[in-house]
């Protein structure tokens, strides 16, 4: 490593260098392209402006690799969570192409888990992790209580007091499932308002559209459970508010039906019976304040709290792996624990049968069967990330005095990926500016607030 960064610290070029990797904050796994761009007036074919990587350190530009996951790139992976605020606290207050009367809609905040599928070791608040049963076993000889205190992290939270008991196959087919489940629990809240509107189903989005956005994430005991931002507005979307009998606690009605009778059924198989996935008996439905008090939810501690969840995987849990296993023995192999390695192995197993082959549970052993993507929305709930990506590049140009892209202009670039990642001297100097640029940006807010303060003052 010395050696490497004595070789970067002496290259002429190195300024440049450094450059670039704060333009893309400190990417840990930086894309590295090679090619150029040429803009030019077809009409006249005076050229306006062009680039070429030729001139660049090593001949290559690197840009950053975008990868949510903390545990891959942390500096994308806060500007990732820093776009799922916005996403999410638009739809809730407006900003970013939605109205702010948003705020005036019936809004909440759902959490749906996954239902019991056994006893697992819990997290107390000082008492014992588990009461037995008058000091009874299973039917494996497994004792049904636990007297220990499990703290945070400890191993042993989330793994079933008896594996024989465990439903590790109910356990898979329920991930497998979950986007199903989803869909059919969003049908069931439509149907309900429409019952109690007295509107048709099929007419339901002339007076009524339901706006969602939500985000999964993994539960100690590896189990999937969803948080979801659920809003009702009019037949024109966020622009439009919704009839006076689509109110606030109509809408915590339907999703309280639905979440009680929505279901999917497994088809029959010998290997593992009939399943019926269903959602958990714990669901929690929250109302959504602008100007929250106390313990209410307010927007920005949703928006905060979705993004928070945006950022991690299966492999921060513990609850997989990041990469996907082509090989039983990857399983065997991987550094999880017992009850996550056991859930890999059923997707292994139930993924070999043909009448399964549909749900790809091999392809997706490492997130333990869950196909699902970290956060969904539907299409009127609020901007895109792709807006957000294209806002955030149009204000770096304006700060830099570029020229915004001229409709009368022709671009023509050719570009070809020449590699990834950072070298080990790179990678630490790499860090280093990533965590330069967040205590930066930290100074800068404390030094606005204290401003805003004084100004108020």
């Known amino acids: 490593m010395d050696r490497d960064l004595l070789y970067l610290i002496r290259d002429p070029l190195f300024g440049r260098w450094r450059e670039q990797i704060t333009a893309i904050g400190g990417c840990a796994k930086p894309v590295y392209l090679s090619g150029s761009t040429v803009t030019y007036h077809p009409g006249t074919g005076e050229v306006v402006s062009s680039y070429s990587t030729g001139a660049e350190p090593g001949e290559r530009l690197p840009v950053r690799c975008r990868n949510r996951r903390a545990s891959v790139c942390e500096p994308c992976s806060r500007l990732h969570s820093g776009d799922t605020f916005h996403l999410v606290r638009a739809g809730l207050s407006g900003g970013k192409s939605v109205p702010e009367s948003v705020r005036e809609r019936p809004r909440l905040?759902?959490?749906?888990?996954?239902?019991?599928?056994?006893?697992?070791?819990?997290?107390?608040e000082g008492g014992p992790c588990r009461l037995g049963r008058g000091g009874g076993v299973c039917a494996h000889g497994v004792p049904l209580g636990c007297g220990l205190v499990h703290a945070e992290g400890d191993p042993l939270a989330g793994a079933p007091l008896c594996g024989a008991c465990y439903d590790f196959a109910g356990h898979v087919l329920w991930h497998a499932h979950a986007g199903r489940l989803w869909d059919r629990f969003t049908t069931a809240v439509r149907r309900h308002l429409a019952s109690a509107g007295g509107v048709p189903r099929s007419r339901l989005g002339e007076h009524v559209v339901v706006s969602f956005a939500k985000v999964a994430e993994f539960q100690q005991r590896a189990a999937v459970h969803f948080h979801a931002v659920v809003r009702l507005d009019g037949p024109e979307g966020p622009g439009s508010p919704a009839p006076s009998w689509a109110s606030g606690e109509l809408l915590a009605e339907a999703v309280a039906h639905a979440a009680a009778h929505s279901f999917v059924t497994v088809p029959e198989s010998a290997a593992y019976g009939t399943e019926r996935c269903t959602w958990g008996e714990r669901v929690d439905i929250q109302p959504v304040r602008s100007f929250a008090e106390g313990d209410d939810l307010s927007d920005a501690k949703v928006a905060a709290y979705v993004a928070k969840y945006v950022s991690k995987s299966a492999a921060d849990t513990g609850a997989g792996l990041d990469a996907r296993v082509t090989r039983y023995a990857d399983i065997r192999a991987s550094a999880v624990s017992r009850h996550t390695r056991a859930l890999m192995g059923t997707?292994?197993?139930?993924?070999?049968?043909?009448?399964?082959?549909?749900?790809?549970?091999?392809?997706?052993?490492?997130?333990?069967?869950?196909?699902?993507?970290?956060?969904?929305?539907?299409?009127?709930?609020?901007?895109?990330?792709?807006?957000?990506?294209?806002?955030?590049?149009?204000?770096?140009?304006?700060?830099?005095g570029r020229e915004t892209d001229d409709p009368e202009t022709v671009t023509e670039a050719s570009w070809r990926f020449v590699g990834s990642g950072h070298s080990p001297g790179a990678a630490l100097l790499a860090a280093g500016i990533a965590e330069d640029l967040v205590i930066n940006r930290e100074v800068a807010r404390e030094e606005l607030g204290a401003a805003s303060w004084e100004a108020d003052a």
């Open 109 to 124: 905040f759902v959490t749906l888990t996954a239902p019991s599928f056994g006893r697992v070791h819990r997290v107390t």
């Open 347 to 400: 997707c292994w197993r139930l993924g070999g049968l043909p009448e399964l082959a549909h749900l790809r549970l091999r392809a997706s052993a490492h997130t333990l069967g869950y196909r699902g993507h970290v956060l969904t929305k539907s299409r009127r709930y609020s901007t895109t990330y792709a807006a957000l990506r294209a806002e955030r590049a149009e204000h770096l140009r304006a700060l830099e």
